[in-house]
């Protein structure tokens, strides 16, 4: 036997989707929520990537009288899982990072997925290709760019003129 | 399992600042098989003495600080921060054995089942 609606129950029957008919701002998250899941659909479809789309590694420089340092973060990666190359203007880190997933296990959660990149960094000035020094640390990678002799700031003296 | 249901991608702060940094959660990848679950979290740039992993009311609490070298700063994308991320442990994990170590900016998290929790094989005995 079912019993006659509450009057309560009545009243939001329009709304019946809005859990707490006290709350009517939850009808906006819900609304955003199904947005997005529209959204996210509609990336599905037209093909654009999937997440993570943010660039990777990401990427600092530094500045130093003598040098540039470029540090980038590489979770994970051994130094020949990265390919680091530089010209007299630009800095190239490729690599891959691979698949984490061990063997015979499920996966509940996966936000650290395998992927390919390649990065280039225009550098603000010259450097010295061969004094370019790279390395990796607790998933760091750092380059050290020393800067071309030219570009690299001189005092100049200043001479007194007898007036 | 895990406390958090979206990542920070963009490093934004996920709760207030204690410590003069921005608090941000690490990126994980979550396993399991019939012996355990393993838990991989993203650090780069942490020191392995930076890393604090404590169990407790249920919970694997994992945070972790990252100091850089900001000197001559021009561009950043990532900065010193404070990784942290909570995980509520199902009750089959035999908290007593986790296990966690740090290898080239991943942290690897090993909490094995409890022996009562794991698949056994029973023997049948036929009776004469």
New interface residues.
Partial sequence: MTQPPALADVRTTMFSYIRDPYDPLQAFGLFRRRMDHIFRELDDVVGARARPSTVWPRINLRESDQAYVVEAEVPGLKVEELDVMATAESLTIRGERKESAPEGYSVHRRERPALRFSRSIALPARIDVDGVLAEVKDGLLTVTLPKHPEVKPRSIAIKASEA | ??ENTT?Q??EEAIAEETSGRPTVAP???????AAG??V?A???????DAIDVRFEEGELRLSARRD???????????RAVEFRRIFKIPEDVDAGAIEADFQ???LHLRLPKAKAAQPRKINVRASA
């Fill in positions: 399992m895990s990542i991608r963009s990126a994980v990848d979550i396993y399991e098989n679950y393993l991989l993203d650090l780069p740039g942490v020191r392995g850089l070298d900001d000197e001559g700063a021009v561009a950043a994308e990532f080239g900016g991943v």
